[in-house]
């Protein structure tokens, strides 16, 4: 493991990454950090996996207020520059997933391949109403949470350190950062840039995860070369439930994106 800061226009991004070979680049969920993917580090002997922490989140700096996925983006890729890649494909989970697709149509260049984990297939508007935007301030407004309120998110069970883990990094993004990420998606009309990618693209969804009721819009929105996946015995967070599973899609993504 290698860690490192990598400055960018608006302030520091910590960088964390593994192993050697041929780049593929991971961004975390909403209130987590790299530990998110430690579980897939062992399934990648032969590449280098490359992590931030989202600008804002875990031990990268606070953004500017207001951000937005488009500006999350302009930061990836600063990063990119500021390590050398590039090119490589982009696996975001959730928030991640955003950023990843908004990344491949804005800078096709420079993804190879889009491995969309979890992404809400929603329409403009879907985040306004009232009951799910109090649902969305009951779930990071506070940013500690019991074992209670964090176990159904999962279907391995978790222990006393996962939890620990877990109010750590959200923590770290406090209230502020974790409610603007979710102003950024709830801002983002993601239909139009899915549809615009070019490259390989695999949208990855947990069969007990809060996304995959989206597969239909996934279905009619996403271009046609796009695969669809759903990883069984998985909610949310993907590479804690079912690591193996994502971590073969993810290779698969990677040769498809000519990624050895």
């Known amino acids: 493991m290698r860690q490192s800061f990598v400055v960018t226009g608006t302030g520091r991004v910590r960088v964390t990454r593994f192993g050697s070979g041929a780049p593929i680049v991971l961004l975390p969920t909403n209130g987590h950090s790299w530990h998110e993917f430690h579980a897939l580090v062992d399934h990648f002997p032969d590449n280098e996996l490359i992590i931030w922490d989202t600008p ?3 031990d990268s700096d606070p953004t500017p207020p207001g951000i937005s996925i488009d500006g999350y983006t302009e930061l990836l890729i600063e990063v ?3 390590l050398g890649v590039e090119e490589a ?6 928030i991640g997933a955003f950023i990843a697709a908004c990344a491949a149509v804005r800078y096709p260049d420079r993804v190879s391949g889009v491995g969309l984990v979890e992404l809400q297939f929603r329409e403009l508007g879907f985040w306004e109403s009232e ?3 109090s649902l969305v301030e009951r779930m990071f407004s506070v940013p500690s949470q019991t074992m209670e309120q964090v176990e159904p998110r999962f279907v391995r069970p978790i222990d006393a350190a996962h939890l620990e883990r877990w109010n750590i990094d959200r923590n770290k993004a406090g209230t502020r950062a974790l409610l603007d990420v979710m102003w950024a998606i709830r801002s983002f009309d993601v239909a139009p840039i899915v549809g615009d990618i070019t490259q390989p693209v695999r949208a990855i969804f947990g069969s007990e995860g809060p996304t995959v009721a989206s597969t239909e819009n996934a279905q009619e929105w996403l271009p046609k070369h796009a695969q669809i996946d759903v990883v069984k015995d998985a909610g949310h967070f993907i590479a804690f439930d079912q ?5 073969s899609l993810i290779k698969e993504l990677a040769g498809a994106a000519g990624t050895p």
Not at 89 to 94: A, K, R
Not at 243 to 247: D, S
């Open 56 to 58: 804002g989140q875990g």
């Open 80 to 82: 990119m520059d500021q």
């Open 243 to 247: 690591p193996g599973e994502l971590a």
């Open 89 to 94: 494909p982009i696996v975001g989970c959730s």
């Open 131 to 133: 009951q799910m935007w």
